[in-house]
């Protein structure tokens, strides 16, 4: 199965991104948008994995949210993958809690080491992914439309689990299973 490890967005959050896409679907751009209920964090993408994996993984994750403080987190600005260049994904960051997320991202990555899953080659940036742009002309109209963009970001939200995800491909399409959702349980008191 085919799989990846994601934190899960409130449906506020996604409704103001699916505005971002709105207004940049105006560049006429030929770009692969990412559907509403499928935008998330993505903290590692697995690749095919098999049923014992799975189990470890899920084991993994339950130990890595056990004793981890919900997450104070806030969208920030809206950019493309790369930055400079044909742009090929466009994105919206993560402000307030990427840190945080980027611990949870070393966290996750060692303990996947340990079950001896290759390391993630890219370094993690915490961000959504809207959509992958498929004609690279038209990443100029894409970065010139992103520069006129007036966007508000929603209000910071919480976010207090992460899912382990099966990714089908199809026709029109990928669709998200959540094969499993470890919450966060310490108290943010006591948690740093």
Known sequence: M??????ELPGNVRDALVSVQRALTTTGAD???VEADNLHVTMRFLGE???A????????????ARGRAPIDAALSKV????????????????????DQLSRLAQE????????????????FTAHVTLGRVRAPRAGEVIRQRLT?????????FRIERVTLFQSTLGHTGAVYTALGRFAFTADRAVSS
């Open 2 to 7: 085919r799989a990846f490890i994601a934190v």
């Open 31 to 33: 770009v692969k948008w």
């Open 49 to 51: 994995i098999t049923q």
């Open 53 to 64: 994996q799975r189990q470890t993984i899920e084991s993994l994750l339950l130990e890595v």
């Open 79 to 98: 950019g493309t993958f790369p930055e400079r260049g044909m742009p090929r994904v466009i994105w919206v960051g993560i402000g307030q809690g990427a």
């Open 108 to 123: 996750i990555e060692r303990g996947l080491a340990a079950l001896s899953i290759p390391n993630e080659e890219r370094r």
């Open 148 to 156: 006129q963009i007036r966007w508000t970001p929603p209000a910071p």
